[in-house]
């Protein structure tokens, strides 16, 4: 395996940008992205090119401990590590497809709704897996139970009857980066908006919504 990994991030007009990563920097920014997306309420933006990247460099480690000694101490240690890359990427993956079950109607509806030159939340293969999975849904409905109804009621809007993400649900995090004048709005009636400074390395349990520009640009890490 080489030492530095290419990987690819969507740029300005301008075109693409080039990122050189190591594959510890690489797998370092997969369990950034899984621990994300375990504990936001919402979908997150798809990280298609880091998984891309994750299951070329196992593919290279599966490589690397064929052509090793068997009995090496190594090979075991290299084992558990492809083990656990693999058990981080497919908890990655399945809290996405949990997400996009449970949200399909909202998920499908924003993805089209989205301007060309704003970041997908869904990779191509999620995208075609939402809307199949809204179409069988409506098509179970009303094979099975909207035909049955008076003509009055069959029919059903699934953006109203599927809940949306909890946005004002509470989050644990940690800072990464310094951040100034951030706006908290009040638990009652009778408080007030005001403003935090988030210190580097600190931590805090802080509503969702307050901070999701936050998560998404990378400046704090959902814990």
């Known amino acids: 395996m080489a030492d530095e990994l290419e990987l690819f991030e969507q740029g300005s007009d301008a075109g693409s940008d080039e990122v050189l990563l190591t594959p510890a920097?690489?797998?370092?920014?997969?369990?950034?992205?899984?621990?994300n997306e375990k504990f936001a309420p919402d979908l997150l933006e798809s990280k298609s090119e880091i998984v891309e990247?994750?299951?070329?460099?196992?593919?290279?480690?599966?490589?690397?401990l064929q052509r090793a000694k068997k009995g090496d101490l190594?090979?075991?240690?290299?084992?558990m590590e492809i083990d656990r890359i693999r058990y981080v990427?497919?908890?990655y993956l399945r809290s996405r497809l949990l997400k996009i079950e449970k949200f399909f109607p909202h998920v499908v509806e924003k993805e089209k709704l989205r301007a060309k030159e704003d970041p997908s939340a869904l990779s191509p293969e999620e995208f075609a897996f939402a809307k199949e999975y809204l179409e069988n849904t409506e098509m179970f409905l009303k094979n099975v139970t909207l035909?049955?109804?008076p003509p009055n009621l069959q029919s059903i809007d699934l953006l109203k009857s599927v809940p949306q993400p909890n946005l004002d649900s509470f989050v644990f995090l940690r800072v990464k980066e310094r951040q100034e004048n951030i706006l908290i709005e009040p638990e009652t009636d009778e408080q007030r908006e005001y403003t935090v400074d988030?210190?580097?390395?600190?931590?805090?349990?802080?509503?969702?919504?307050?901070?999701?520009?936050?998560?998404?640009?990378?400046a704090v890490q959902l814990i």
């Open 25 to 35: 920097e690489l797998i370092h920014q997969l369990e950034e992205a899984w621990l």
């Open 53 to 64: 990247c994750v299951i070329e460099q196992l593919s290279h480690m599966e490589e690397n």
């Open 74 to 79: 190594k090979v075991s240690i290299h084992r």
């Open 89 to 91: 990427l497919s908890s």
């Open 147 to 149: 035909k049955h109804m």
């Open 198 to 218: 988030l210190e580097e390395g600190s931590q805090h349990l802080i509503r969702y919504k307050t901070i999701a520009p936050l998560v998404t640009s990378g």
